[in-house]
């Protein structure tokens, strides 16, 4: 499994960015999870979507303004952001798995299949 992440970039805070995520293969069965990092620290969990439920689950600093979704005609996941702030700044990654227990949405651990990142700056 290949994943693509894309739809990064430099934007004012308060501004909205969509970020995509692209696999070689099928979501179909897998969970899809976007995770950040900024210099320096530690990868964090930003958002999750289970492809067959649709079951999300959002890190609580994002709740209320990302939003995680899937195209299953375009075999795609997405992450709208919206009302962006300084501390958004990271590259984000997507990362997907077969069998990723609820539980463990939000643990990077679970996941064996990352893509490249994309960075995304919010200028205050």
């Known amino acids: 499994v290949q994943l693509q992440a894309s739809g990064g970039g430099l934007v004012q805070a308060g501004g909205s960015l969509r970020l995509s995520c692209a696999t070689s293969?099928?979501?179909?069965?897998?969970?899809v999870g976007w995770f950040r990092q900024a210099p320096g620290k530690e990868r964090e969990f930003v958002a999750g979507?289970?492809?067959?439920?649709?079951?999300?689950l959002y890190e609580d600093s994002v709740k209320g303004r990302f939003t995680i979704s899937r195209d299953t005609a375009e075999n795609m996941v997405y992450l709208q952001m919206s009302s962006l702030k300084p501390e958004d700044t990271a590259v984000y990654y997507c990362?997907?798995?077969?069998?990723?227990?609820?539980?463990?949405?939000?643990?990077?651990?679970?996941?064996?299949?990352w893509g490249q990142g994309t960075q995304v700056t919010v200028s205050s």
């Open positions: 990362a997907t798995d077969r069998g990723v227990i609820y539980s463990a949405i939000g643990d990077y651990r679970a996941y064996d299949y």
């Open positions: 293969g099928t979501f179909r069965g897998y969970t």
């Open positions: 979507i289970r492809w067959n439920s649709r079951h999300t």
